[in-house]
């Protein structure tokens, strides 16, 4: 049983450029959330899709924007990079009813 | 104020030590409790959930204690293999958790 899948592990943008992560849910989960770690903090939530749907977002501007899949799979964009952006970006999911989230390895993203 | 907010060490402790994080929160509607851990460079996995009643998983104990917006994790008997950092974690609705930064701990042989 594969577990909550990342891509790509790692990528250097520069700035004012755009960047597409991506993931792929826990067999049986149908609940990706996102969340950005910058070095020396603890993840910060970015948003939820459930049923194709933002669920619900946390304090990220604009430029951060996602999408689910039918597969319910995920993608996050981010558009007009910051050098602030750089960050190891964590995919996790869930199952509906479930308090239990299970985080992929992550994307470490680079911005130059 | 942040949400959740925990001492980010480092805390050095001998092998076979007993060691006790702490961690408040500030969101008096949270919903549930979580220490997570985390190795270098990887992703946090669920170490344990917390309850108001406490919890004991082997070595690890957690508690909740709601009155005082509270939440410790007690490790006995450390191991080498110990050494991560320690998250607390609060599901404050919805399922959107929200992480402290994180305490670092390291076994020393």
């Known amino acids: 049983d594969a577990g909550v899948t990342q891509s790509p592990t790692h990528l250097i943008k520069t700035r004012g450029q755009q960047v597409t992560l991506r993931c792929s849910p826990k067999?049986?989960?149908?609940?990706v959330s996102w969340y950005q770690q910058a070095l020396g903090q603890g993840p910060q939530f970015i948003f939820q899709?459930?049923?194709?749907?933002?669920?619900q977002r946390g304090n990220f501007p604009d430029r951060f924007s996602g999408h689910q899949f039918p597969n319910y799979s995920s993608e996050l964009n981010v558009n007009a990079l910051l050098l602030g952006d750089s960050a190891l970006y964590l995919c996790?999911?869930?199952?509906?009813?479930?308090?239990?989230?299970?985080f992929g390895p992550g994307t470490r993203l680079l911005v130059l | 104020r942040k949400e959740v907010e925990q001492d980010p060490g480092p805390f050095n402790v001998p092998e076979g030590a007993t060691v006790a994080f702490n961690c408040t929160y500030s969101n008096s509607a949270s919903q549930s409790f979580f220490w997570y851990r985390q190795d270098c460079r990887k992703e946090p996995k669920l170490l344990m959930s917390v309850y108001s009643s406490g919890n004991e998983d082997g070595r690890f104990t957690a508690q909740l204690n709601r009155a005082s917006q509270y939440i410790s994790l007690l490790i006995r008997d450390s191991k080498l293999s110990d050494s991560a950092t320690y998250l607390c974690v609060g599901d404050f609705g919805n399922e959107k958790l929200t992480f402290g930064t994180g305490t670092r701990l390291t076994i020393i042989p």
């Open positions: 996790a999911s869930s199952a509906t009813g479930s308090e239990t989230q299970y």
């Open positions: 067999s049986g989960h149908d609940t």
């Open positions: 899709y459930y049923e194709e749907e933002e669920r």
